[in-house]
C-alpha cells in the first residue's frame, strides 16, 4: 500500500473508533450492553471457516433438549454390577476355552487366564426385572425408570483412548471434538448465563486422557466444555482483582472487546469472535456461577435424596448441580468420577474399593433420576451411565487379590429419560458374559442414538476440516429403534 493510500486509511479508521469512543458507544460497549441489556452474544454473525449452514439446528423432532452423562472412568464390572453369571461361578478357576480368546489382545492377562466367578449377589428389581446387584441398592429403587443394555461393545482397551473413543468418536489425540462439543455446535444452548457444556469432577484425580475428553477440536473454542470446580471459586480468575469495581470492569471489557472487534473485521477469524464471547461469559458468570454452586438454597429433603452436602466435594454434590445446570438451560453436563479400574492390586480390587465407588455414586445416580422425574425435566433429559469398557471373565491377580482386565466385547450401560424406553433390558451374553449374543449396540451406535434424541440426524451434522465433513459417529453408527420410546 502506497504511503498516501496507507495514511487515509489510518485516519479513516482512527476517525471512525474516535467517534464511537467520543460518543461513549465503543464496539465493545455495544456489545457489552446488548449482553447486559438483552443477554446476546457479540459477533454472532460470524461463522467459523468449515461452517456448514445446512448441518446445523434440528433435523428433526426432538425427545430431549440436553444430556447428562455420568462417566465412570475405569470402566466398571458389569459382572458383579449387572449381569449375572451362575455358569462363571461353577466354572471359577479354571482355564478359558481357547475358542474363546483365540486372536484376541488383551491389556495385561494372558490367553490362559482362569475364570473368575463373582461373589456378588444379585436380585431381580421392579415390574421389569431388572437383574441388578446388591452393590446398587438405590438405582434398584429406580429400576423401571432405566434402559439397561448389556450388549455395548468399543474398539478400544486401553483408558486413554477407550475414553476419547466414547467422548470423540475416535481414539487418537488428533483433536476431535467431544460429543458436548458437537451438541452445542449443532443445537447451541439455552443458558445465557452459563456455558453450553459443563464438565464436573469427583474422585481422587481426574480421568486418564483428561482435557481432550471434553475438548472442542477443530471446532471453534467456544464449544469446549468448561471444568467447573466446587467451592466459591467455581472458575479460577473469574472473580475481580482486589480494588477493580463493576464500573472499571465494565470499562475494561469495553475496551478489550473494541480492540478484539476491530482484529475480527481486519481477519475474519472466528476465534477472535470466540475471544469476545468469553469474555462476556465471563463477566456474566461472576454472578452466575456463584449462585449455581451455593446448595444452601435446596431443601433438606433434597440434600438428603442425593447425599449432598454444600461445599464438598462429591459425586452427590456433583449431581446435584448437575439437576441445576439443565434447569438454567445448561446443554451437556458431564460427570467423571474415577477409580473403576480394578485389576486386582491393593487398593484397585473387586471387594472394598469397588464397594467404596458404589457407594459414593450408587445414591446421587437414582436420586438424579427421581429429582429430574418429579420436576418434569427427565422427559426432556437425557441420562447415561457407564465407562470406557467393561471387564473380562477372567481373573486377574496381580498381588493374590481378585481383578479383571479390560473388556471391550460385552459390558454394561444404562440410560434413563429423554426419550428413551425405560423399564427394559436390552442385550445378551454368553453363559461366562464374554461376547454378546443379542442386539450387540456399538460406542457409535449409542452416539447416534443420542443425537437423534436431540433432534440431529448424526450423517447431518458435519464440519469441514482438512478437506472433507467430519461427525461424531466418523463413517459408523446406526439409530437403535429398540432403545427409542
Excluded at 479513516?12 to 465503543?26: A, K, L, S, Y
Excluded at 430431549?64 to 472412568?73: C, G, S, T, Y
Excluded at 483412548?161 to 483433536?175: D, E, H, I, R
Aim: aromatic share 8%.
Amino acid at each position: 500500500m502506497h504511503d498516501s493510500a496507507f495514511e487515509q486509511f489510518r485516519l479513516r479508521e482512527m476517525t471512525r473508533r474516535h467517534f464511537f469512543r467520543d460518543c461513549g458507544v465503543g464496539l465493545g460497549a455495544m456489545a457489552l450492553g446488548s449482553l447486559l441489556d438483552e443477554g446476546k452474544s457479540a459477533r454472532a454473525d460470524i461463522q467459523p471457516a468449515g461452517f456448514n449452514p445446512g448441518s446445523r439446528g434440528l433435523h428433526h423432532e426432538p425427545k430431549a433438549k440436553a444430556v447428562i452423562f455420568l462417566f465412570m472412568a475405569g470402566g466398571p464390572s458389569q459382572l458383579e454390577l449387572f449381569d449375572d453369571k451362575p455358569k462363571l461361578r461353577e466354572l471359577h478357576g479354571k482355564v478359558i476355552p481357547e475358542s474363546y480368546v483365540k486372536g484376541k489382545r488383551f491389556a495385561f492377562i494372558k490367553s490362559d487366564a482362569k475364570l473368575l466367578g463373582s461373589v456378588r449377589k444379585f436380585v431381580r428389581h421392579g415390574e421389569s426385572g431388572a437383574e441388578i446387584s446388591e452393590l446398587l441398592p438405590h438405582l434398584a429403587g429406580v429400576a423401571d425408570d432405566v434402559c439397561f443394555v448389556k450388549s455395548m461393545a468399543t474398539d478400544v482397551f486401553n483408558h486413554g483412548p477407550a475414553k476419547l473413543f466414547v467422548n470423540t468418536g475416535s481414539p487418537q489425540f488428533m483433536g476431535r471434538p467431544s460429543m458436548g462439543a458437537w451438541v452445542t455446535y449443532g443445537l447451541g444452548s439455552e443458558s445465557r448465563n452459563l456455558p453450553g457444556f459443563v464438565v464436573l469432577q469427583s474422585g481422587p484425580r481426574g480421568p486418564r486422557g483428561g482435557a481432550p475428553l471434553w475438548a472442542s477440536g477443530f471446532l471453534p473454542t467456544n464449544f469446549q466444555g468448561v471444568p467447573l470446580r466446587s467451592g466459591k471459586e467455581p472458575i479460577l480468575n473469574l472473580e475481580n482483582p482486589s480494588g477493580i469495581n463493576p464500573d472499571r470492569q465494565r470499562e475494561f471489557i469495553a475496551t478489550v472487546n473494541d480492540l478484539n472487534a476491530i482484529r475480527q473485521d481486519a481477519t475474519a477469524d472466528p476465534e477472535i469472535a470466540t475471544r469476545i464471547a468469553s469474555y462476556e461469559m465471563a463477566y456474566r458468570m461472576q454472578s452466575s456461577a456463584p449462585e449455581l454452586m451455593d446448595l444452601a438454597g435446596e431443601t433438606k429433603e433434597t440434600l438428603e435424596l442425593y447425599g449432598a452436602e454444600p461445599g464438598k466435594h462429591s459425586f452427590a454434590n456433583n449431581c446435584l448441580l448437575a439437576r441445576r445446570l439443565v434447569e438454567r438451560g445448561v446443554r451437556f453436563v458431564q460427570l467423571y468420577h474415577t477409580d473403576w479400574d480394578h485389576h486386582g492390586n491393593a487398593g484397585t480390587d473387586l471387594s472394598k474399593p469397588l464397594d467404596d465407588r458404589c457407594r459414593e455414586t450408587d445414591r446421587a445416580s437414582a436420586a438424579l433420576i427421581t429429582d429430574l422425574k418429579r420436576r418434569g425435566l427427565l422427559d426432556q433429559t437425557i441420562v447415561v451411565w457407564g465407562g470406557e469398557f467393561g471387564r473380562t471373565p477372567q481373573g486377574e491377580d496381580r498381588e493374590t487379590l481378585p481383578g479383571r482386565d479390560h473388556h471391550i466385547e460385552a459390558y454394561t450401560m444404562w440410560m434413563s429419560g429423554g426419550g428413551f424406553k425405560t423399564g427394559q433390558t436390552i442385550g445378551a451374553t454368553d453363559e461366562i458374559g464374554y461376547y454378546t449374543i443379542a442386539d450387540r449396540i456399538h460406542v457409535h451406535d449409542l452416539q447416534a442414538t443420542m443425537l437423534h434424541l436431540l433432534g440431529i440426524d448424526h450423517l447431518k451434522l458435519t464440519y469441514k476440516f482438512l478437506g472433507r465433513n467430519f461427525r461424531l459417529t466418523d463413517v459408523h453408527g446406526n439409530v437403535v429403534n429398540k432403545l427409542l420410546a
